[in-house]
């Protein structure tokens, strides 16, 4: 079982304070899943697991088995919730040295679309010269700028070196049904293409097409990743007692801790192989909650690299921050500290433990230190890292964060203030129909 373990927090918040949120819990819970809150067009994320349809699932690993035959590279374009919890899961279960390679079998996955560097995708475009490769084109609006202009690029490079034919079959669209460029494309072009659920927002979309097609390509079950979700989906329904439930646990402590001064909850883990999933929860965290000059500030580090970094900020520094801990119960593989005859590191004291013996001490230490230090800590234990435990673990983040948007008392589900930098932008680049903003934006620089 996933295991929430809160009793670190409760020196730092009033007596009783997690127990005194239970009423608003309560209500989040009920709202949700009456659909009966702000944003409550999308909240279609919640039944996506326990409704998934089997001929879609088909479907997705059909054509995962097409792109797998014919590439041996694929570029995963999208940005934001198109891009990042496909890289999420993808990079927590691969090799750590194969670049999302699973092993020789499987095509390499790379990404694109989420930023607008001119190197990057110079060097992007010159690894794939010569080599069979494939788009997965993943944008809900279909418009956005990062993404359409990689996959403008990547596709003339496809259909020169495959030629249009053969392009056809490797480039897949997952998008709005009959919306926005990504749509018109993929039908004028005849590419294969799913599509991406009206009822569910981007950053809550990785048990959709958008998140499934690219782990599928990477050569993962997706099916025990969608088990996985809809067992926890059972695990945090209305009918369970908030104190059972992980997800409006988890829910609670955070603002518990935010109501006695906490602004800024740091992800930490233990594992390199999770630092995207912290990438993909800042995301949903942040985009969710991050309104009406409120919020809880996401922050993210991979320990214990950077406890010799950030470690000091955390330790000692402005006591606004609580910690919460993924610890990974179970490694896959065994390293054992060998013996050395001269001990010149002196690392004897050591020997015949487990490498993972070491790193838990380390997580134990650092907790102990934290909580010293002033630094609350909420620690989440997962089994193993596989995909039926991801699974679990994504949709407790996702129920976690509706339930906790609510009682912050936010909409979760919408994010109005990605458009500013957009109108900026296409007005200083001249973008038609953004005329009267240039206009403005050109004498705010000048004058
Ligand atoms: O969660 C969100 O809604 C955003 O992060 C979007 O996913 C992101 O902006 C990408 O948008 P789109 O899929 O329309 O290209």
Not at 68 to 75: A, G, I, K, Q
Request: net charge negative; with cysteine.
């Amino acid at each position: 079982m996933i295991r929430i373990d809160y009793s670190q927090i409760q020196s730092f918040i009033p007596a009783g304070g997690v127990k005194a949120l239970e009423p608003e819990v309560k209500n989040a819970i009920a709202a949700l899943e009456k659909g009966s809150g702000a944003g409550n067009d999308f909240i279609g994320w919640m039944n996506l697991a326990s409704g998934m349809d089997k001929a879609l699932l088909d479907s997705i690993e059909d054509t995962a088995g097409i792109i797998r035959e014919n590439c041996e590279v694929v570029v995963v374009a999208g940005i934001g919730g198109s891009y990042l919890g496909a890289r999420a899961v993808i990079e927590a279960l691969s090799n750590s040295f194969s670049q999302c390679i699973k092993d020789d079998r499987n095509p390499q996955i790379l990404f694109a679309g989420h930023n607008i560097s001119e190197d990057y995708l110079f060097e992007l475009t010159e690894y794939l010269k010569g080599k069979k490769f494939g788009i997965i084109n993943i944008s809900k609006s279909g418009t956005t700028t990062e993404t359409a202009l990689a996959f403008r690029l990547l596709k003339k490079q496809c259909e020169q070196q495959l030629g249009k034919e053969t392009a056809r079959k490797v480039i897949v669209a997952i998008t709005d049904a009959k919306r926005g460029a990504a749509r018109v494309c993929a039908d004028k072009e005849g590419y294969r293409s799913f599509i991406i659920p009206d009822n569910v927002g981007g950053r809550f979309s990785v048990l959709t097409p958008v998140g499934l097609l690219p782990i599928a390509i990477a050569g993962f079950d997706i099916r025990q990743l969608v088990k996985g979700a809809a067992d926890m989906e059972l695990r945090t329904g209305s009918d369970v007692p908030v104190d059972e439930n992980p997800a409006a646990i988890y829910a609670s402590a955070r603002n518990a801790l935010y109501r006695s001064g906490k602004k800024i909850e740091i992800l930490a883990n233990f594992q390199p192989k999770l630092h995207y999933l912290s990438e993909w929860w800042k995301q949903l965290y942040g985009e969710s909650e991050g309104k009406d000059n409120k919020g809880i500030f996401p922050a993210s580090v991979d320990f214990s690299t950077d406890l010799h970094s950030m470690g000091q900020w955390i330790q000692e520094g402005e006591r606004t921050i609580f910690e919460t801990v993924i610890s990974v119960d179970q490694v896959q593989h065994s390293v054992l500290v060998p013996f050395d005859e001269e001990n010149l590191d002196g690392l004897n004291f050591l020997a015949g433990k487990h490498v993972d013996e070491v790193n838990k001490m380390a997580e134990l230490g650092t907790q102990l230190a934290h909580v010293d230090g002033g630094v609350p800590n909420i620690r989440i234990t997962v089994p193993q890292l596989n995909e039926y435990w991801i699974g679990q673990l994504i949709y407790m983040f996702e129920k976690g964060c509706g339930i906790s948007g609510y009682v912050l008392g936010v909409n979760p589900f919408n994010q109005p203030g990605v458009e500013a930098y957009k109108k900026n932008m296409f007005a200083l680049l001249g973008k038609p129909g953004y005329e009267e903003e240039s206009k403005k934006i050109l004498s705010r620089i000048k004058g």
